[in-house]
């Protein structure tokens, strides 16, 4: 899954899961997703998998694709979204285009 104009992130509570980042889709459905906004959905290639445990922070950046491949007992976490409302300005384009393709996850103790 990417989504078109909006940061995403996670802070892990409680278990674990694997995360999977960058890539590329493959017979993408591009929707309108009611509290993701305009993202599209398809099968991922080319992921990078990393495990999450509690106390990780996961961020994706507009347009870059991720999802969980497995979550082996449960998790727990708290979501936070920053959507660019109106599309992006001129300025805002150029970086959102250097943001594009890098997941970044913060490690806990």
């Known amino acids: 899954m990417t989504h078109d104009f909006q940061t995403e992130g ?17 017979n993408g459905r591009h929707l309108e997703v009611e509290q993701n906004g305009w993202s599209c959905l398809g099968t991922a290639y080319g992921v990078k998998k990393v495990e999450v445990k ?39 384009h150029r970086e959102h285009e250097t943001l594009k393709g890098v997941g970044v996850l913060l490690r806990g103790r």
Do not use: M
Request: glycine share 16%.
């Open 10 to 26: 996670h802070y892990i509570l409680s278990g674990g899961e694997t995360l999977f980042t960058d890539g590329y889709l493959v």
């Open 54 to 92: 509690v106390g990780d922070v996961v961020i994706v950046p507009p347009g870059v694709v991720h999802g969980w491949a497995d979550v082996p007992d449960h998790v727990d976490y708290l979501s936070f979204l920053e959507r660019f409302e109106g599309g992006l300005g001129e300025s805002d």
